[in-house]
């Protein structure tokens, strides 16, 4: 298990991407999750369960890091949807996003997830589940937008809560 003192996601990504490394050489982390112990969240520091996920030649595997602490890479098969584009991305931080989606109605969150969709030139990016629905912000360009589809099973919701 490792440990991390300073918990920004970045730092988080990078602490991940070493842990994958040592036990998969050429492993990089290409989505990550991040929920609020209490269920709601309202700023980055609010997130202290994580789960990462990396490819590499051959397969892919998973992390989980609660309150700093990482447990042990565990094999998993890549999921569809996502481009396996290495984190972290874009050049709006996840504090930046939680602005944004601040600006358009939303203080609380029940998750976030980070990566890009499979698409063509796909905008890496942050979504935000919140009712259900999830609420996205661009890492690229910061740019909102609203319900782009239901949230993923393994993201928490919970009803949104208006400025």
């Known amino acids: 298990m490792s440990e991390v003192a300073t918990q920004t996601y970045v730092t988080l990504i990078n602490e991940a991407n ?5 036990k998969y050489p050429g492993a990089f982390t290409f989505t990550a999750l991040g929920m609020p112990t209490s269920g709601v969240a309202k700023t980055e520091d609010d997130l202290n369960v994580w789960i990462f996920q990396a490819v590499f030649d051959g397969g892919g595997a998973e992390i989980t890091c609660k309150n700093g602490v990482f447990g042990t890479p565990i094999p998993r098969t890549p999921p569809l949807g996502l481009k396996f584009v290495p984190l972290p991305q874009g050049v709006y ?21 980070l ?32 319900n782009l589809f239901s949230c993923s099973p393994g993201q928490l919701s919970l009803p949104p809560v208006k400025k």
């Open 18 to 22: 070493k842990i994958f490394q040592t």
């Open 115 to 146: 990566g890009s969709p499979v698409y063509k030139d796909p905008q890496p990016m942050f979504w935000f589940c919140v009712n259900g629905q999830t609420q996205g912000v661009s890492a690229c360009t910061n740019a909102f937008y609203p």
């Open 93 to 113: 931080e996840l504090s930046q996003a939680i602005q944004t989606l601040n600006a358009h109605g939303y203080d609380s969150f029940g998750s976030v997830s």
